[in-house]
């Protein structure tokens, strides 16, 4: 039985520097929701607690979170997978969770807690003056340089060893709907935009993202957080340029999904994506099929580079 998940919970890596870690969410646009000696937890200005956790130790990424839509949830992955149902002690916001690893070995929780009781501020957003609607009107705009303003965790992307049977694996456990199959020339499945199935409630065109690389190699690919708008995310790119962080690819925007994107590494190399405005479906929009130059390409912006894409 497939259960129902909200949303991506949150990120889960390891690194040997709490304090550069934290340095550079900060720049990244996240702020500080709690911290040990042993674990950085690290939160937008959405309803979720955290949405990025680091521990102490050398640098890997773990696995992520999905936000269950209930208690029961949990007893029925607990059940089906005999795993213990454990309580969230330290981490800020509480509640309780079960740890499963998914084919490729990465560590999936599923949690069920609140959400958090005091958000940070949400920044105040002009609306755009267009061809067609002033919307603005006659305020000026005027934007200052800061870091982006991370609002939440949007997607996860994998290489995976075997696309199908890793696909197989959560659809048995969570109620997801494939938005885009990407397939090769002899029509082999080579990848897959996953959303979650909320029912007539739209969602982000792809929650998870699973690339079959030709080596057949299991690794991170990266983390997306979403951003308040176009501008916050233009602003936080500069921001981080400024502080000399290492820049992957963008401003565009991709073809599948839609969203304007911007991609960086964390000091450790692991490649976080800031993004805005990309596409919601609900459940009656059905899987679309795409070609591999499709799920590369762009509508706008640079080209993808090479360790981008494998």
Known sequence: MAINVRDIAYARFSAPELDAMQDFLTDFGLTVAGRSPQR??????????????????????RGFGFEAEDQDGLHILAERDGVPIQTMTDEPGGGSFVRLRDPDGFEIDVVARAPAADNPPFPALQAWNTSESLARGTVARRVAPSP?????????VHAVADINRTWDWYAERFRLTISDEVVAEDQARVALFIRLDRGNEPSDHHALNFGQFPDGRSAFH????????????????????SRNYRHRWGVGRHILGSQVFDYWSDPWGHIVEHWTDGDKFDAAE??????????????????????MVG
Do not use: N
């Open 222 to 241: 990266h983390a997306a957080f979403e951003v308040a708008d176009f501008d916050d995310l233009m602003v936080g790119g500069e921001f981080l340029a």
């Open 286 to 307: 059905p899987t679309h099929k795409a070609d591999i130059a499709t799920m590369v390409g762009i509508q706008w912006g640079p080209g993808a580079p090479a360790d």
């Open 148 to 156: 982006s303003t991370v609002v939440r965790l949007g997607h996860m």
């Open 40 to 61: 950085l937890w690290m939160r937008g200005c959405g309803a979720a607690p955290f949405i990025h956790v680091t521990e102490l130790g050398e640098p890997a990424y």
